[in-house]
Structure formats: C-alpha cells, structure tokens
C-alpha cells in the first residue's frame, strides 16, 4: 500500500499552483458532463495554459489537442493525469521524457511504479488530489458549488 502523505505535501501544493503557467491534462475529455473538461475549463479561465492531451480528439477548449505528451511543442509545468491507475507508468515515462517539472494525479489515480518513475526522473509527484479543488483552496477561491462568489460571509443568504 503506498503512503500517499509523501505526495501531498501542502507547500509542494502550493507553490506548484503558484509558479505553473502550463498544464497539460491527459486524458482531458470534449464532454462538458466529464470532471476533466471542468477542471480544464476552471484551470484556462484562471489564466493557466491548458494543454490537451487525447488521441481520439482534435480541439477541446479551443485549443489543439496532442495524442501524447511527447507531441507537445513547448514546455509543460503541470502534468495533470485524468486516466486510469494502470496507465500512469506511461505517462511518468512521457513526462520525465518531455522534462515537466510536476506530475498531478487526480483523486484516484494511484500507482506506486508511476510515482516512483516520475520521482526517479526528477519530477515532482503529487498524487490522489484534485489540482482545481487545490486552487480553490490556496487561492481562496473555494465555494460550496466550486464557483467565487467574490463576498465572505457567515450568513447564508447574505447581507442585503
């Protein structure tokens, strides 16, 4: 069983959402009904370059989709991993190939062999957590439905 507190250490956390421009997010879905296209929607509209990564699409989100990290022509801050367990080895292959500074599993995606491979190459690991809810939290932007209400209150309703 892997101890997954290695790989969610808050200050890591933090200063990866702090100091990343670009994230590529594999397995980054075109349905709007699937949390990958949310997280990638939130990530672009807070400012991140969003990269896509699916082979069985062209465009999402309006940006070019590549079928492999190893077809993205610039550097890659974030890899942001929205597939299953079993294909992560792979992908902690093609980001140390490509030189990302940090591979993101999400809620769920959990693979020892991956993390090891990714640390191994020198690459930042963190896993089994959801890089929008992060944002939400480190940059205060976290309401109950996921959106800024851009007001702090106790009160439910408000003041009017």
Not at 90 to 96: L, M, P, Q, S, T
């Amino acid at each position: 069983m892997t101890d997954l507190r290695q790989y969610q250490n808050p200050s890591t956390i933090q200063s990866t959402i702090h100091t990343a421009k670009t994230i590529a997010v594999v397995g980054l879905s075109n349905n709007p009904m699937r949390a990958s296209y949310f997280v990638g929607y939130y990530l672009k509209r807070h400012g991140y370059r969003v990269v896509p990564v699916n082979p069985r699409e062209t465009e999402i989100l309006g940006e070019t989709c590549y079928p492999s990290l190893g077809d993205v022509p610039e550097h890659v801050d974030i890899v942001n991993v929205f597939r299953a367990p079993d294909a992560l080895p792979g992908i902690a292959r093609e980001a140390v190939a490509i030189g990302a500074d940090v591979l993101w599993c999400q809620f769920g995606v959990i693979n020892a062999d991956g993390a090891q491979i990714a640390a191994d190459g020198g690459i930042e690991v963190i896993m089994d957590r959801c890089l929008k809810v992060e944002h939400a939290r480190y940059v205060g932007r976290m309401h109950w439905l996921g959106f800024n209400t851009q007001r702090i209150t106790s009160v439910r309703g408000g003041l009017q």
